[in-house]
Nanobody, 121 residues
Framework: QVQLVESGGGLVQAGGSLRLSCAASGFTFNRYHAGWFRQAPGKEREFVATITWSGGSTMYADSVKGRFTISRDNAKNTVYLQMNSLKPEDTAVYYC??????????????WGQGTQVTVSS
């Protein structure tokens, strides 16, 4: 059974940091690129960051560039999102995904259930 399980979300003050984790199981994780998306209340889900299967290349949305870092540990079947200098506008449900390389939802085959991140001002 394919699963992606996010963890690490929570409530943090503006300027703070959080580290999200996403544990994969049920498929060969190290053969897939991985990404993070987010969905704020009343908005569509949007791309945040993506990383190649090897971890050799990454790409970020302009809104998080320089503040967020995506990484992965294939030995642990886990992808991470380190979020620093958080802003209230980063408040959203964060989803991890695995699939092809890209910034659109249709690039990804597998999705997690999401973890809430709330940034207070």
């Amino acid at each position: 059974q394919v699963q992606l399980v996010e963890s690490g979300g929570g409530l943090v003050q503006a300027g703070g940091s959080l580290r999200l984790s996403c544990a994969a199981s049920g498929f060969t994780f190290n053969r897939y690129h991985a990404g993070w998306f987010r969905q704020a209340p009343g908005k569509e889900r949007e791309f945040v960051a993506t990383i190649t299967w090897s971890g050799g290349s990454t790409m970020y949305a302009d809104s998080v560039k320089g503040r967020f870092t995506i990484s992965r540990d294939n030995a642990k079947n886990t992808v991470y999102l380190q979020m620093n200098s958080l802003k209230p506008e980063d408040t959203a449900v964060y989803y991890c995904a695995a699939g092809d390389w890209g910034t659109e939802e249709y690039h990804y085959n597998f999705w997690g259930q999401g973890t809430q991140v709330t940034v207070s001002s």
